[in-house]
């Protein structure tokens, strides 16, 4: 039960944070989006750091499951996952806004 709920709060953390991705992208190239955060003013920088923040989610995660700390570890999962929907939510509102 407890890789079960691992498992989905990893596969809600990929498809938050690919649906956060790929929402901006649209938006901006869309035109009259602008990106916010200037760590993001490039494709490459937006992909690497998408990238990079996942990795980070993750490897906190497996380092507080390989502590015995399972429930925390889903905790930041799912809180990134949470984050993410919550970008990718707000992108898609404003996309539908403007249409």
């Given amino acids: 039960m407890l890789l079960l709920l691992a498992d989905a709060a990893l596969g809600a953390l ?4 690919s649906a956060d991705l790929v929402t901006t ?3 901006l190239r869309r035109g009259g989006y602008v990106e916010a955060n200037p760590l993001m003013s490039r494709p490459e920088f ?20 390989k ?8 905790i930041v999962l799912w ?7 919550g970008a ?8 539908r806004r403007r249409r």
């Fill in 14 to 17: 990929l498809i938050a944070g």
């Fill in 25 to 27: 992208e649209v938006g």
């Fill in 46 to 65: 937006r992909i690497t750091v998408k990238a990079a923040s996942t990795a980070a989610v993750i490897g906190v995660s497996r380092h507080l499951e």
């Fill in 67 to 74: 502590k015995g700390r399972r429930k925390a570890a889903r």
């Fill in 79 to 85: 809180t990134g996952a949470a984050v993410w929907a």
């Fill in 88 to 95: 990718a939510g707000w992108n898609a509102y404003q996309l």
